[in-house]
């Protein structure tokens, strides 16, 4: 059983930062694929960026450039950093774990509780 803790959520203006962490609790796969994904209201759930444990990073075309993920091994935590935050980044961002797959999007098994961002204009 592995539990995602989230946290790092919050309100900006459009062009602020943010960074989401995320510390993962009991880890069931040696191999693993570790990723946020997002839902805005009245949209589907997409993919933002994933990482896995051979720290090799993936990330949708709408967020290159301004998204950063990054693992700290030591500390079981992935982390999020936005940057150029635009009001289309407005989501509950949900914390997300796999086993390793070049499908790791479809083969989540475990979500965090999930943590609001806000973008202003």
């Known amino acids: 059983q592995v539990q995602l803790v989230e946290s790092g959520g919050g309100s900006v203006q459009a062009g602020g930062s943010l960074r989401l962490s995320c510390v993962a609790f009991?880890?069931?796969?040696?191999?693993?694929?570790m990723g946020w994904f997002r839902q805005a209201p009245g949209k589907e759930r997409e993919g933002v960026a994933g990482i896995d444990s051979d720290g090799k990073t993936w990330y949708a075309d709408s967020v290159k450039g301004r998204f950063t993920i990054s693992q700290d091994n030591a500390k079981n935590t992935v982390y999020l950093r936005m940057d150029s935050l635009k009001p289309e980044d407005t989501a509950t961002y949900y914390c997300?774990?796999?086993?390793?797959?070049?499908?790791?999007?479809?083969?989540?098994?475990?979500w965090g509780q999930g943590t609001q961002v806000t973008v202003s204009s």
């Open positions: 997300a774990y796999a086993p390793y797959s070049r499908r790791w999007k479809e083969l989540v098994d475990y």
């Open positions: 009991g880890y069931s796969y040696a191999s693993y694929c």
